[in-house]
């Protein structure tokens, strides 16, 4: 994969990592540094919701440009474009999910919808609990995109191609501020606004829209001028929220936090795509930290966790602080096997027989 973006692999280390630190700290509860660690500045599941809708964006306003009335075989390449990238790992990782729990009950595969998993819909009726947690983010993605390019495939037989990626994304923007706002319930506790607001599929599509609408900003000029003070305004804003104790039984963490949130984020990604960073050792890491984080994120949680308690039965020193540091090692390890040898042959078929990107940073 050439010709990457260094900014925006930066700014996706820095999400996935943030993403592992959260589900890392249970291994600390009990450790005195529990208490000191515990921040975390922002949800790095925002971000990458973020990042992909700007990344995707650009893809899509390209096609417009040579495709103004997106035919049905662009919307099918797109999709299928989309499936490779991401589902052969995902389907993956939920095999071993089912073949594990087979063997071990702590997997929990009792009782499991894989249907619902297969097809993604575990987190669209109704809200995901008990397995597979970190799998609800793909499902907003997967129905994000397959239904909004079929949108602008659409309107484009009546309006521009532009227009056509405007309408739809505003509508899939609106369709989750607005959806938001009708579950609205004060009385959920902290667990079930998590899964019951936060990672509801339609209730997340926002996240996204925002990365498209910033990408169709920057790619008509209006913003570039002014790229470091949009940076320092949203920093300031991400910190600020991160600072203060909201509640999440208030209206104000349920329905506007996210659109905020995600707004904040994306001022952040015009500088830091010019960013022209000299190649050190961290750079590397935070380099092949980016390539690897989509399996990262599919296998930190669930199937590391997983083994881990597995060897906490019957190694006591696999545990507490220990097992901090096992969760580290191995997620990079079973990630970056998942890359090399199911990611990265789907991308390079993918790409050779579907179409090259112009932009190899997804």
């Given at each position: 994969?050439?010709?990457?973006?260094?900014?925006?692999?930066?700014?996706?280390?820095?999400?996935?990592?943030?993403?592992?630190?959260?589900?890392?700290?249970?291994?600390?509860?009990?450790?005195?540094?529990?208490?000191?660690?515990?921040?975390?500045?922002?949800?790095?599941?925002?971000?990458?919701?973020?990042?992909?809708?700007?990344?995707?964006?650009?893809?899509?306003?390209?096609?417009?440009?040579?495709?103004?009335?997106?035919?049905?075989?662009?919307?099918?390449?797109f999709i299928r474009r989309r499936w490779l990238r991401t589902l052969p790992a995902y389907y993956v990782?939920?095999?071993?999910?089912?073949?594990?729990?087979?063997?071990?009950?702590?997997?929990?595969?009792?009782?499991?919808?894989?249907?619902?998993?297969?097809?993604?819909?575990?987190?669209?009726?109704?809200?995901?609990?008990?397995?597979?947690?970190?799998?609800?983010?793909?499902?907003?993605?997967?129905?994000?995109?397959?239904?909004?390019?079929?949108?602008?495939?659409?309107?484009?037989?009546?309006?521009?191609?532009?227009?056509?990626?405007?309408?739809?994304?505003?509508?899939?923007?609106?369709?989750?501020?607005?959806?938001?706002?009708?579950?609205?319930?004060?009385?959920?506790?902290?667990?079930?606004?998590?899964?019951?607001?936060?990672?509801?599929?339609?209730?997340?599509?926002?996240?996204?829209?925002?990365?498209?609408?910033?990408?169709?900003?920057?790619?008509?000029?209006?913003?570039?001028?002014?790229?470091?003070?949009?940076?320092?305004?949203?920093?300031?804003?991400?910190?600020?929220?991160?600072?203060?104790?909201?509640?999440?039984?208030?209206?104000?963490?349920?329905?506007?936090?996210?659109?905020?949130?995600?707004?904040?984020?994306?001022?952040?990604?015009?500088?830091?795509?010019?960013?022209?960073?000299?190649?050190?050792?961290?750079?590397?890491?935070?380099?092949?930290?980016?390539?690897?984080?989509?399996?990262?994120?599919?296998?930190?949680?669930?199937?590391?966790?997983?083994?881990?308690?597995?060897?906490?039965?019957?190694?006591?020193?696999?545990?507490?602080?220990?097992?901090?540091?096992?969760?580290?090692?191995?997620?990079?390890?079973?990630?970056?096997a998942m890359h090399r040898w199911i990611e990265k042959p789907f991308l390079v078929w993918r790409d050779?027989?579907?179409?090259?990107?112009?932009?190899?940073?997804t």
């Amino acid at each position: 994969m050439k010709n990457r973006v260094v900014g925006l692999d930066i700014l996706r280390a820095l999400a996935i990592l943030l993403v592992m630190w959260s589900h890392s700290l249970v291994f600390l509860k009990e450790s005195q540094w529990y208490a000191v660690f515990s921040f975390k500045p922002f949800d790095g599941v925002d971000l990458f919701f973020v990042l992909s809708g700007f990344l995707i964006g650009g893809l899509m306003l390209r096609e417009l440009e040579s495709n103004p009335k997106l035919n049905w075989s662009a919307y099918w390449t797109f999709i299928r474009r989309r499936w490779l990238r991401t589902l052969p790992a995902y389907y993956v990782t939920l095999f071993l999910l089912a073949m594990l729990g087979l063997i071990w009950p702590v997997f929990h595969t009792d009782h499991v919808n894989w249907w619902s998993y297969v097809f993604f819909y575990q987190n669209l009726f109704q809200p995901l609990v008990g397995f597979f947690w970190e799998s609800w983010s793909l499902a907003v993605e997967e129905w994000f995109y397959f239904l909004w390019p079929l949108a602008i495939c659409i309107l484009t037989r009546w309006t521009t191609g532009q227009r056509a990626y405007l309408w739809s994304t505003s509508l899939m923007l609106l369709a989750a501020i607005i959806g938001r706002h009708l579950a609205f319930n004060p009385a959920l506790d902290d667990f079930w606004m998590d899964v019951r607001i936060r990672k509801m599929v339609i209730l997340r599509w926002d996240s996204i829209a925002i990365g498209l609408f910033l990408v169709y900003w920057m790619r008509t000029h209006r913003i570039i001028r002014f790229k470091r003070s949009l940076f320092g305004i949203g920093l300031t804003i991400i910190m600020a929220l991160s600072a203060l104790d909201l509640s999440n039984q208030s209206y104000f963490k349920q329905v506007p936090y996210f659109t905020i949130v995600s707004m904040s984020m994306a001022l952040l990604i015009p500088w830091v795509c010019d960013w022209n960073i000299t190649q050190n050792r961290f750079v590397a890491f935070l380099t092949f930290t980016s390539r690897i984080s989509y399996s990262i994120y599919l296998v930190n949680l669930t199937l590391v966790c997983g083994f881990i308690a597995i060897l906490s039965e019957s190694f006591s020193a696999c545990r507490g602080v220990n097992a901090f540091f096992v969760f580290w090692i191995m997620s990079y390890l079973l990630a970056y096997a998942m890359h090399r040898w199911i990611e990265k042959p789907f991308l390079v078929w993918r790409d050779k027989y579907i179409g090259a990107e112009k932009v190899k940073s997804t």
